[in-house]
């Protein structure tokens, strides 16, 4: 059992909260430390992302963290750094999420041994298809780096296929489109998870556009957790370097309705 799994069965006795943010915005130490604040409020898994001059599955609201990131200097170089640091400060286990051409370039075996070295424990990919991840896992599992697979409310007739190959969690979709904050969560997700649940134990988290403690509590009935960015991403947006404690606020509320 991968230590993103088992994570989900050590989230003292709530659901799973996964926090996100963009890697570099404002800084990468201000990054560590709403890392670190996120931990302290209970975050169980929290995800960095590699900010990407186009992140193709990203909102308004990640897309301009990413800007900012990159014209701050965040580099991948600096994330690697920044999970460094972090490893000297928490275990809480940590997710990547990239976009391909990234890891490409860097070369899939070096990339993820410089993961396995760091304490990286998952990653995620949004442009990768399903059928297309066989040469990135060859060099992610025996790094034990989980790559962890997306399911979308369109996936219905591959679920049990993913669900079968999934590492770590499966991160379910609530929403077609891109990443965002959403008054409301249209998609019937329970039957979802419903299929997930019979076709794999993995645990599955439901992120895109959840933002509040109601929506998380009504998620958290029938998902293993839930996972939040953009609230996360538009509180550093607005609060800029002294974000900590309303992060830390935010993820608080956020955790303690995850029953």
């Known amino acids: 059992m991968s230590k993103l799994h088992e994570a989900f069965q050590k989230a003292r006795g709530h659901k799973a909260f996964i926090g996100f943010i963009s890697g570099g915005d404002p800084s990468l130490e201000k990054s ?52 460094e640091e972090l490893r000297r400060q928490t275990q809480v286990p940590l997710v990547l999420l990239t976009y391909l051409n990234p890891v490409f370039q860097y070369g899939y075996e070096r990339f ?41 409310p369109t996936s219905a007739e591959r679920i ?17 489109g891109v990443t965002g904050m959403r008054g409301k969560i249209e998609t019937d997700l329970a039957p979802l998870i419903g299929a997930v649940r019979q076709a794999s134990a993995i645990p599955a ?4 556009g959840i933002n509040t403690p109601e929506q998380a509590a009504a998620i958290g009935k029938f998902a293993d957790g839930v996972i939040v960015g953009s609230a996360i991403v538009k509180i550093i947006e607005e609060h800029g370097a002294d974000a900590g404690r309303h992060i830390y606020q935010y993820v608080q509320r956020m955790k303690d309705a995850l029953i």
């Open 32 to 83: 560590r430390d709403f890392v670190l604040e996120m931990v302290r409020a209970g975050a169980d898994i929290v995800e960095i992302g590699i900010p990407f001059s186009d992140p193709i599955a990203e909102g308004p609201v990640i897309q301009a963290a990413n800007l900012r990131a990159l014209k701050a200097g965040s580099t991948l170089e600096g994330i690697f750094r920044l999970v």
């Open 112 to 152: 993820f041994k410089r993961c396995q070295a760091l304490g990286v424990d998952g990653i995620i990919i949004p442009d990768l298809p399903f059928e297309e991840q066989q040469e990135v896992r060859t060099a992610a599992d025996p790094a034990g780096v989980d790559l962890i697979s997306l399911i979308a």
């Open 160 to 176: 049990q296929e993913i669900a079968a190959e999934a590492r770590g969690f499966l991160y379910v979709v609530s929403s077609l």
């Open 205 to 208: 988290a439901v992120g895109f």
